[in-house]
């Protein structure tokens, strides 16, 4: 049967087998989970779980879209400077890391490798990053710069930042400290 034919229920259960995913993803990492270990979480049956979802990946991507969300989340907000620009760069920044560190860990791997392969999620953190600096430059803030390539660098040193720190298991508190420190000499080179 055709994959567009085959109709899947969307229930309670399908919002505990993507609870039970996450869990499962977050203790030990999405690259070892199995149907299997689902199954005996939750004991349920093989057919419960495939009238629901065809595979594990596509559980897996519905909870990578909820962690983008999540930490995008963060990240979003209107501009709201009441003091330095870059302060409140460096804030904005540093709490999507946060919310991004505290839901990658034993995570990591998949989300960074959905990461690379998603266009959509790209463009949609280069262009919040590029609405930075814009106002920053239409406030005579920073240099002239490119913003599209900015925003693009700005996301890859963020989200390189953020793999690595994960990775490496640093505790949050350091991780967002370093950050913070390396992110403002960023900042720093762009202050006019």
């Known amino acids: 049967m055709p994959e567009a034919a085959v109709s899947l229920i969307h ?6 087998i993507i609870d039970a995913v996450e869990e499962i993803a977050m203790e030990g990492g999405a690259a070892t ?18 009238n629901r979802f065809p595979n594990i990946e596509s559980v897996l991507d519905i909870v990578y879209r909820n962690t983008i969300v999540k930490i995008r989340t963060a990240f979003e907000s209107p501009i709201n400077i009441k003091d330095d620009f870059f302060e409140y760069a460096k804030d904005v920044v540093s709490r999507s890391l946060l919310v991004s560190y505290e839901v990658k860990m034993k995570f990591n791997q998949y989300i960074f490798e959905e990461d690379s392969l998603g ?5 949609w953190w280069t262009d919040e990053i590029k609405k930075l600096i814009i106002y920053a430059k239409e406030h005579k803030l920073i240099k002239e710069v490119d913003a599209d390539t900015l925003a693009y660098s700005i996301w890859c040193f963020c989200r390189g930042y953020n793999a690595d720190a994960v990775a490496r298991g640093l505790p949050k508190e350091k991780a967002v400290e370093d950050f913070k420190y390396s ?3 960023l900042l720093e080179g762009l202050k006019i």
């Open 183 to 185: 992110f403002s000499f």
């Open 11 to 16: 229930d309670e259960m399908s919002q505990k």
């Open 119 to 123: 266009e959509l999620n790209r463009s």
């Open 33 to 50: 989970l199995t149907v299997r270990q689902i199954l005996r979480k939750l004991d349920i049956s093989n057919r419960v779980f495939y």
